[in-house]
């Protein structure tokens, strides 16, 4: 009987070993009808993706028998369906389950592809520093296998990180392995994407002809592949690299190019026409600009394209403002407004949800962890510890980009209120009338080159608001600009001169813009204007030890009782402006302004000075 039982166990115990070594062999094969159902939902994620994943989710749940091969590739074509559909944090989820089976596998090939999408969607989700590290891993595998494709495919991820944090010359060198691996392959689409790409590049670097090297490349593949696509996409690249160039005319005529073949193709492709009306806008041909952002506006209100049509509205509202039609402006203005509303409310949805998700993933890790360490006094502290720094990091990060913000909100308001000082209504007004005079007068020519002078000096203040700082000769340019202008309003009825040093490099040096304007103004307005001749205003530019010394003196009426109170209100604000404007350079600037009556010696005023310095 022993013996008997004995054998039985013998036999229970082979049965068993064969069983599991049944099982631990078929581990890394697939099925046939696995494969097949695979081929056919990778065909069905290009067109119907929604189905492609009901699909995918219902063989993965229900064929308790999968594989772990099946299981794996199942999981990696989810996770590529969902990538392909911009749904990131998804996407990377579930080829981190995927992930690990293949190396569990010992697959090394599919542990390439899977890290190369793990990179890219930690791309999109800001997490630019674990996108480099799957990348970097991607490519020792795909160098230890000897597998090119991957390894372009790394290479060309590095490019991506790289490009976002406009490190374009190592975005560059990335690009140029991708294409060396690519370059003698036969995968034409892919080849066409990389000289897009380093097209990118070169355009970033202002290396036009090379970029545009890159885009004929890339055409020439684009025509060769019968893909008029592509072909459109690579015309309109070329249109705005010839943009950027200064080129005008051959920028017209590739951004003609791309809607003619649009047309032919019956495509609706809206960046030719925003290429045009930017093109047109630089050119001042507003009318042409404002036809051409309106058919692209067109296109990108029926595709929903809100970034798009925010840019494009921009772009509208300035081109009212600029041809005076302020209704249409603000039509514009208000429903900008509101789709810039729509996107701040969309964007803190999807931190919204991506906060949730991430919360429940931990929650669920904690749980896990507390089951198995129940007994661990330690794993409380150790939490809570954890808890603590994520928290007091958190208030950290946002303490700091909430004074950040204060700070770009400060400046964004003291800009602002520059502009306004600068850009007086009555300096405007009375400009316009004394040019009509000229021109009433029968001068053309005269009201021609006045009217240029105005439109530089309108363009000038515009433009250098928006600066940090500018060239001295470029402060000096505009400044003489806005004197002769002002010379004009009052019939030459004072002169000017700007002394500088000659030891002053004028075109390096760079000091904050529109300075002395208020002061200049300020020694006009209310000094020189009631002195019907021989007026003289001076400005003095002097190299000191360790920056500069500027003195803007004027011969004027001095200011009086009257005159004071005349200018208090708009002169204490452009006073106090010019003092902030100064303090935020943190340099004690602001302490060397002097504002000072001038007397003979009768005790009669006989003009103003006004004196600081700063720092270079």
């Not at 004394?434 to 080159?449: D, M, R, V, W």
Request: charged share 25%; hydrophobic share 40%; proline share 2%.
């Amino acid at each position: 009987m022993i013996s008997k039982y004995k054998s039985l166990w013998q036999l229970s115990f082979v049965i068993s070993f064969f069983m599991l070594f049944f099982t631990c062999s078929r581990q890394d094969t697939i099925r046939p009808e696995i494969e097949k159902k695979l081929v056919t939902l990778g065909s069905l994620a290009q067109t119907q993706p929604q189905q492609s994943l009901l699909e995918l989710d219902s063989l993965l749940v229900n064929n308790k028998n999968l594989t772990t091969l099946e299981r794996a590739m199942l999981l990696f074509n989810k996770g590529e369906t969902l990538y392909l559909n911009d749904k990131f944090q998804e996407a990377f989820n579930v080829h981190l389950k995927c992930y690990k089976l293949f190396i569990e596998l010992k697959d090394i090939y599919n542990e390439g592809r899977c890290l190369i999408t793990l990179s890219g969607a930690s791309l999109h989700m800001g997490d630019l520093e674990t996108s480099q590290v799957y990348a970097l891993k991607a490519l020792n595998l795909a160098q230890l296998i000897g597998d090119t494709r991957i390894e372009g495919k790394a290479y060309n991820q590095l490019f991506s990180l790289h490009f976002r944090l406009k490190d374009y010359d190592k975005a560059l060198s990335y690009i140029k392995a991708t294409d060396s691996l690519y370059s003698k392959g036969t995968d034409t689409l892919s080849i066409i994407s990389i000289k897009n790409n380093t097209a990118s590049v070169y355009l970033q670097l202002k290396e036009y002809n090379k970029a545009l090297a890159s885009y004929s490349e890339a055409m020439s593949l684009s025509q060769s592949k019968r893909n008029p696509k592509i072909l459109v996409s690579i015309l309109n690249n070329i249109g705005y690299t010839y943009i950027e160039a200064g080129e005008y005319q051959s920028a017209e005529k590739f951004l003609r190019g791309a809607i003619s073949l649009n047309k032919n193709i019956k495509a609706i492709n809206a960046a030719p026409y925003k290429g045009l009306g930017n093109l047109f806008l630089l050119m001042t041909k507003n009318d042409s600009a404002q036809a051409n952002y309106n058919k692209a506006l067109d296109i990108y209100v029926s595709n929903n394209n809100t970034k798009d049509e925010i840019e494009v509205r921009d772009k509208l509202i300035a081109i009212s403002i600029m041809s005076g039609d302020y209704v249409k402006a603000l039509n514009n203005q208000i429903v900008r407004d509101s789709l810039q509303l729509n996107v701040s409310r969309l964007g803190k949805n999807r931190l919204l949800n991506f906060a949730n998700v991430n919360y429940e993933v931990k929650q669920k890790e904690t749980e896990i962890n507390h089951q198995k360490e129940i007994n661990s006094r330690n794993q409380w502290l150790l939490i809570s510890t954890v808890m603590l720094f994520i928290f007091l990091s958190i208030a950290t990060a946002f303490y700091i980009y909430n004074t950040k913000l204060r700070a770009a909100n400060k400046a964004s308001k003291l800009e602002q209120s520059l502009l306004r000082v600068q850009m007086n209504p009555h300096f405007i007004f009375n400009t316009l009338a004394a040019i009509q005079n000229i021109t009433l007068e029968g001068n053309p020519i005269k009201s021609s080159n006045y009217i240029a002078k105005f439109s530089k000096l309108i363009r000038q203040n515009f433009d250098y608001v928006k600066k940090e700082s500018i060239t001295l000769d470029k402060e000096v340019a505009m400044i003489s600009n806005y004197i002769e202008t002002q010379q004009l309003r009052f019939n030459n009825a004072f002169t000017y001169s700007i002394e500088i040093t000659e030891s002053i490099d004028s075109a390096i040096i760079k000091v904050p813009p529109m300075l002395l304007q208020p002061f200049v103004e300020n020694a006009i307005e209310y000094g020189l204007k009631e002195k019907k001749e021989d007026g003289k205003l001076i400005l003095k530019i002097e190299k000191e030890a360790q920056g500069l010394k500027f003195v803007v003196l004027d011969n004027g009426i001095g200011r009086s009782a009257k005159a004071k109170q005349e200018k208090i209100t708009e002169e204490l604000h452009a006073t106090s402006i010019f003092i902030e404007r100064l303090k935020m350079r943190k340099k004690g600037e602001e302490k060397t302004f002097i504002i000072e009556d001038l007397f003979d010696n009768d005790n009669n005023p006989i003009g103003t000075k006004v004196f600081f310095k700063l720092k270079i």
